[in-house]
């Protein structure tokens, strides 16, 4: 058998959501997929601001992109935007779960985070990415066919060593910890349960990238990564999200891939 390895990879004639998709992560998958040829739907809780983003992606890669209003914490306007993609697409062959992360009301410091901030964590990580991962399943089980990428966090896989963050800074959440270990928890079994669909179900788990952080933080989590430097925004996510995207990854399901350079293997 002939294989082409670039045709294994591409996404041409895929319908593809990416959840947040205007914004760090979500704005870097959603050009991984459209530079692989993917047509593309972003959302936002702001329908004039998915849509304006929509029309700068569009234009920047020459794909359709398609801007439409979700609210993650509402769950009528999840099933609402699923009847929405039915509706006009028919399927979705590709899901990336990509919004979430931080609430602000935690406080980074566990004896003093209150309850409403581990609820935020809970009902935008999980309670939100089953809701997408549960609608996405009423859509394409009967098509025997789909993937789904969950962006979850290295935060899920070790305990954070709060010396690197220096003064004034926020430390990691505990809850946000907990939400993203639950997401992956989501993924291995939401993999099991639509295996027998052809739904394949994955997380990538990312580590640190630099945004602006104070020098120091940047220093300290470099020395402890293996390639000796943060994650690059624009650069170092979208790779993993084409390849589980694609046929390239036809047999992979039920894997959180570690996209971290090396920092929770690091000893």
């Known amino acids: 058998m002939n294989i082409d390895v670039n045709g294994l990879f591409s996404l041409a004639g895929k319908i593809a959501m ?70 006009k ?51 394409m089980m009967g098509q025997k066919k789909g993937s789904v990428i969950n962006i979850a966090s290295i935060a899920a896989l070790v305990g954070r060593d709060r010396r690197v963050y220096p003064e004034g800074m926020t430390p990691q959440p505990v809850p946000y910890a907990a939400a993203k270990a639950g997401m992956i928890g989501l993924t291995l079994d939401s993999a099991a349960y639509l295996g027998r669909f052809g739904i394949r179900v994955n997380a990538i788990s990312p ?31 979208k790779g993993a999200a084409v390849f589980l995207a694609s046929d390239a990854a036809a047999y992979v399901t039920g894997h959180n891939l570690v996209v971290d350079g090396g920092f929770t293997k690091f000893k």
């Open 18 to 87: 990416v959840t947040g998709g205007s914004q760090n992560f979500g704005l870097e998958i959603s050009s991984g997929l459209l530079d692989a040829g993917a047509e593309l739907i972003i959302t936002s809780r702001d329908a004039s601001k998915a849509q304006k983003r929509a029309g700068e992606l569009s234009k920047k890669h020459s794909r359709p992109v398609h801007g439409m209003e979700m609210n993650l914490l509402d769950e009528k306007s999840i099933v609402s935007l699923f009847a929405d993609v039915k509706k």
């Open 89 to 139: 697409f028919g399927r979705l062959d590709v899901l990336v779960n990509n919004a979430g992360g931080h609430s602000p009301l935690a406080t980074g410091f566990l004896e003093k985070e209150a309850l409403e901030a581990w609820k935020a964590f809970i009902e935008i990580n999980m309670t939100g990415t089953f809701l997408m991962t549960r609608e996405y399943a009423r859509l």
């Open 207 to 237: 580590g640190g990238f630099e945004r602006n952080q104070p020098k120091e933080f940047i220093s300290a989590y470099s020395d402890r990564t293996m390639l000796g430097r943060m994650g690059r925004d624009g650069y170092d996510l």
